[in-house]
T-cell receptor, first 113, second 118 residues
Framework: AQTVTQSQPEMSVQEAETVTLSCTYD???????LFWYKQPPSRQMILVIR??????QNATENRFSVNFQKAAKSFSLKISDSQLGDAAMYFC??????????FGQGTRLTINP | EPEVTQTPSHQVTQMGQEVILRCVPI?????FYWYRQILGQKVEFLVS????????KSEIFDDQFSVERPDGSNFTLKIRSTKLEDSAMYFC????????????????FGPGTRLTVL
């Protein structure tokens, strides 16, 4: 079974600095997708960024980028120029095909002004 | 932009009562899902639904749970006899077909229904 592990329950960063959130996963599949979701206090699940496993190029979305290491099964999220609005829980998730999303335990990110 | 909607936003019920959580997925999507998140924990898969039948369910999704797509727009989750441990946030999600131009791997989440069982 696929598993997703986020080893950092909490992280904090100074406003305008850069922070990296870690995620590892386990799968025997070669074609899959990885996502980072943001969950603010409202508890809405907001898609931040997605990565197709067959693409070697790391995905970027404005201040958000990933470091996808397929062989190492690692998928970290880098947030540049951190803003107060980035404070939230961040969940890493895996999916293969039109199947269920498998989520990690989450990392609570605090932004210090 | 199309979005998934859920009602109610908050449901309070007594233990043993039946509840129905409602979702309206994005209109041209074909795959529908329910997830649950107990406060402070990770999001857990409950069930997926495609072509008017359950395609996969987790061990959490026991006989107390059922899903239905009663018409062309709604997707419901019913809990027949609620327990205290059913208190959680319930998220509905949907994903599309390749024909729509949307990757079916990308699931769009509703805002959630907070269920409180007393």
């Amino acid at each position: 079974a696929q598993t997703v592990t986020q080893s950092q329950p909490e992280m904090s960063v100074q406003e305008a600095e850069t922070v990296t959130l870690s995620c590892t996963y386990d799968t025997s599949e070669s074609d899959y997708y990885l996502f980072w979701y943001k969950q603010p206090p409202s508890r809405q699940m907001i898609l931040v960024i997605r990565q197709e496993a067959y693409k070697q190029q790391n995905a970027t979305e404005n201040r958000f980028s990933v470091n996808f290491q397929k062989a190492a099964k690692s998928f970290s999220l880098k947030i540049s120029d951190s803003q107060l609005g980035d404070a939230a829980m961040y969940f890493c998730a895996y999916i293969q095909g039109a199947q269920k999303l498998v989520f990690g335990q989450g990392t609570r990110l605090t932004i210090n002004p | 932009e199309p979005e998934v909607t859920q009602t109610p936003s908050h449901q309070v019920t007594q233990m043993g009562q039946e509840v129905i959580l409602r979702c309206v997925p994005i209109s041209n999507h074909l795959y529908f899902y329910w997830y649950r998140q107990i406060l402070g924990q990770k999001v857990e898969f409950l069930v997926s639904f495609y072509n008017n039948e359950i395609s996969e369910k987790s061990e959490i999704f026991d006989d107390q749970f059922s899903v239905e797509r009663p018409d062309g727009s709604n997707f419901t989750l019913k809990i027949r006899s609620t327990k205290l441990e059913d208190s959680a946030m319930y998220f509905c999600a949907s994903s599309g077909s390749g024909a729509s131009g949307r990757n079916y791997n990308e699931q769009f989440f509703g805002p959630g229904t907070r269920l409180t069982v007393l």
